[in-house]
């Protein structure tokens, strides 16, 4: 079974750019989560996505948004960047058991680096 | 509001010494899970472990083992004669109701040959 995989691995934008980021979760798992990581401030939770629809929300600015596929791929977009957008990009898949979420499986991440 | 600790921010060991990463959390759901993921230098975040608040009894899976105290709020991560693979940053992450994971800020681990 394929894992988690995110689209690029590696990506350089401008100031005031915009940039998409995408996220193929394990086959059969319908919720998808995206989480930054900065040597500051950790690894922080952006949002979660469970059939299309965002179920959770993380404590950044409406510049971070995604959505979610029908075949449950995600992608998250970043628009008018600033620099302390560098960052891992990090995605999860999950799947419902027992009407409970199971551990999240991470890919390994897109690093941005805004320049 | 969750908080998940990781005092130790760096540990370095020699091969086969055993070490033990501390994890203390803050929660006030009743139901809530407890995990630890490995991150390797490639960035990959790797699932080792996921534990329900409701069961406290310990777990041995090979040379690692995991102590849940609930009473301490602690869910700690020990290493067994530690190996140079095992060099990585290893966070503890909370989930409650928010379906949503709190990271501690991670302890990177060094095991030296």
């Known amino acids: 079974k394929a894992g988690v995989t995110q689209t690029p691995r590696y990506l350089i934008k401008t100031r005031g750019q915009q940039v998409t980021l995408s996220c193929s979760p394990i086959s059969g798992h319908r919720s998808v989560s995206w989480y930054q990581q900065t040597p500051g401030q950790g690894l922080q939770f952006l949002f979660e996505y469970f059939s299309e629809t965002q179920r959770n929300k993380g404590n950044f600015p409406g510049r971070f948004s995604g959505r979610q596929f029908s075949n449950s791929r995600s992608e998250m977009n970043v628009s008018t960047l600033e620099l302390g957008d560098s960052a891992l990009y990090l995605c999860?898949?999950?799947?419902?058991?027992?009407?409970?979420?199971?551990?999240?499986?991470f890919g390994q991440g897109t690093r941005l680096t805004v320049v | 509001a969750q908080k998940v600790t990781q005092a130790q921010t760096e540990i370095s060991v020699v091969e086969k010494e055993d070490v033990t990463l501390d994890c203390v959390y803050e929660?006030?759901?009743?139901?809530?899970?407890l995990f630890w993921y490995k991150q390797p230098p490639s960035g990959e975040l790797v699932f080792l472990i996921r534990r329900n608040s409701f069961d406290e009894q310990n777990e041995i899976s090979g040379r690692y083992s995991w102590n849940f105290q609930k009473s301490t709020s602690s869910f700690n991560f020990t290493i067994t004669a530690s190996q140079v693979v095992d060099s990585a940053v290893y966070f503890c992450?909370?989930?409650?109701?928010?379906?949503?994971?709190?990271f501690g800020s991670g302890t990177q681990l060094t095991v030296l040959p």
């Open positions: 999860a898949s999950s799947s419902l058991t027992g009407g409970r979420d199971t551990e999240a499986f």
């Open positions: 929660t006030r759901d009743t139901t809530y899970y």
């Open positions: 992450a909370l989930s409650g109701s928010a379906r949503q994971l709190t």
